[in-house]
């Protein structure tokens, strides 16, 4: 799976292009900070087992900030968040609901799996697949698959579709196995698992590093 690392890279890439004149040092680590803390799941795994990649890793721990932000920004005679921070706020808030959106969530669905509706739906699904055009299939992709039921309705298959929390389980460096681990069990926490996630980590550091760089020349 991406490790905080990537995620974290990858949102600073992110966040650095869409923060874009409200940038400053501030506002990309707060982008950054809050991406990261969506793999606080594993920690709370641990003592609710099945929760990891769940708790966090679902799509309203977006989709409900960003209706109380709107709500908030458009709806709102007086906004709490433009009266309190401005339109500075405003573009840091949405920013990094996007960014957390992408830069982890989906990263880690379309790796090997999240449960993404949870609590209103416990179901795992692991979008990993590819997207391709051949001379002789035309346009392939696998990131959803289907399959025929006994009584020839079509559903997501079990490829795609995968357990519940209740018998579901991602090995992190924290809780490498779901019982009780022995005392020799190796406890890995990956850095970048690939060449590509890796090069993908520095170009997003050195992208944020860059811009703080020049921000900063700018002030002086």
């Known amino acids: 799976m991406p490790s905080t690392v990537v995620h974290v890279a990858l949102a600073g890439m992110m966040g650095t292009a869409l923060l874009g004149r409200k940038f400053d040092t501030k506002a990309i680590l707060f982008v950054m900070g809050v991406t990261a803390l969506i793999d606080l799941d594993t920690l709370v795994g641990i003592y609710f087992p099945g929760t990891h990649r769940a708790a966090f890793h679902n799509v309203f721990v977006v989709l409900v900030p960003a209706a109380v932000l709107l709500w908030d920004v458009k709806l709102r005679e007086e906004s709490f968040v433009r009266s309190r921070w401005g339109e500075y706020g405003y573009r840091v808030a949405w920013v990094t609901l996007v960014t957390v959106l992408f830069a982890h969530i989906l990263l880690d669905a379309f790796f090997n799996g999240v449960?993404?509706?949870?609590?209103?739906?416990?179901?795992?699904?692991?979008?990993?697949?590819?997207?391709?055009?051949?001379?002789?299939?035309?346009?392939?992709?696998?990131?959803?698959?289907?399959?025929?039921?006994?009584?020839?309705?079509?559903?997501?298959?079990?490829?795609?579709?995968?357990?519940?929390?209740?018998?579901?389980?991602?090995?992190?460096?924290?809780?490498?196995?779901?019982?009780?681990?022995?005392?020799?069990?190796?406890?890995?926490?990956?850095?970048?698992?690939?060449?590509?996630?890796?090069?993908?980590?520095?170009?997003?550091?050195?992208?944020?590093?860059?811009?703080?760089?020049?921000?900063?020349?700018?002030?002086?």
């Open 115 to 220: 449960n993404l509706f949870w609590p209103l739906h416990d179901r795992f699904y692991d979008l990993s697949g590819k997207l391709l055009v051949t001379d002789q299939r035309g346009l392939v992709q696998t990131f959803v698959e289907f399959e025929s039921g006994d009584d020839g309705t079509r559903g997501v298959s079990d490829s795609t579709a995968r357990g519940t929390t209740a018998d579901t389980h991602y090995t992190t460096g924290f809780d490498p196995i779901r019982d009780e681990p022995p005392e020799d069990v190796e406890r890995i926490f990956p850095i970048a698992g690939t060449g590509e996630r890796f090069v993908i980590t520095i170009a997003g550091f050195v992208t944020v590093l860059a811009r703080i760089v020049e921000d900063r020349r700018r002030e002086e």
